[in-house]
T-cell receptor, first 115, second 111 residues
Framework: DTGVSQNPRHKITKRGQNVTFRCDPI?????LYWYRQTLGQGPEFLTYFQNEAQLEKSRLLSDRFSAERPKGSFSTLEIQRTEQGDSAMYLC?????????????FGNGTRLTVT | QKEVEQNSGPLSVPEGAIASLNCTYSDRGSQSFFWYRQYSGKSPELIMFIYSNGDKEDGRFTAQLNKASQYVSLLIRDSQPSDSATYLCAVKGNYGQNFVFGPGTRLSVLP
């Protein structure tokens, strides 16, 4: 068990460019979450997958944001036409679905800076 | 109305003291409650969770839950400077699988 892995760790991009982040969850976890966190704030929910199905999306997830989880394994989060307001830490987390309490386990995050 | 509220702090306590962190939530149907610690520039790491009314202890940490008051707290006994971090409260609601986080409380343990 190597934990949740996110790549890249840092991304600097110019406004208007597209960026894509990858998340590899803990292998036995079937639920995968994306959150966004800005300085001084708690993580904000963006979207959640159970296996390959995207079951919930926040209204924060504008049409410039899209997430996929093909085959229910790794996930990608793409931001199109980036804006300076997209600068944040993007956190991926996974959990084991089913009955009982299953907490989130976070990756190290991808820090995005839009210049 | 914010769904999960925490005092932003900073909360300063001397080394060896008890730190008390509080969290309130608005969804009365919330089922489970989580405390995460986040060091500056790092991702959140799970401290403990609670889902039944009362106290739950794990080492120096005690979580307390009062569903009637919609209140959850975290006590840290014998606080150490290494406990200095932001503490995030997260609540899993009755509907869906979304975890809602509070803004976090910044704790500073003074040597």
């Amino acid at each position: 068990d190597t934990g949740v892995s996110q790549n890249p760790r840092h991304k600097i991009t110019k406004r208007g460019q597209n960026v894509t982040f990858r998340c590899d969850p803990i292998s036995e976890h079937n639920r995968l979450y994306w959150y966004r966190q800005t300085l001084g704030q708690g993580p904000e929910f963006l979207t959640y997958f159970q296996n390959e199905a995207q079951l919930e999306k926040s209204r924060l997830l504008s049409d410039r944001f899209s997430a996929e989880r093909p085959k229910g394994s790794f996930s990608t989060l793409e931001i199109q036409r980036t804006e300076q307001g997209d600068s944040a830490m993007y956190l991926c987390a996974s959990s084991l679905g089913g009955t009982g309490v299953s907490p989130l386990h976070f990756g190290n995050g991808t820090r995005l800076t839009v210049t | 109305q914010k769904e999960v509220e925490q005092n932003s702090g900073p909360l300063s306590v001397p080394e060896g003291a008890i730190a008390s962190l509080n969290c309130t939530y608005s969804d009365r149907g919330s089922q489970s409650f989580f405390w995460y610690r986040q060091y500056s520039g790092k991702s959140p790491e799970l401290i403990m969770f609670i889902y039944s009314n009362g106290d739950k202890e794990d080492g120096r940490f005690t979580a307390q839950l009062n569903k009637a008051s919609q209140y959850v707290s975290l006590l840290i006994r014998d606080s150490q400077p290494s406990d200095s971090a932001t503490y995030l409260c997260a609540v899993k609601g009755n509907y869906g699988q979304n975890f809602v986080f509070g803004p976090g409380t910044r704790l500073s343990v003074l040597p």
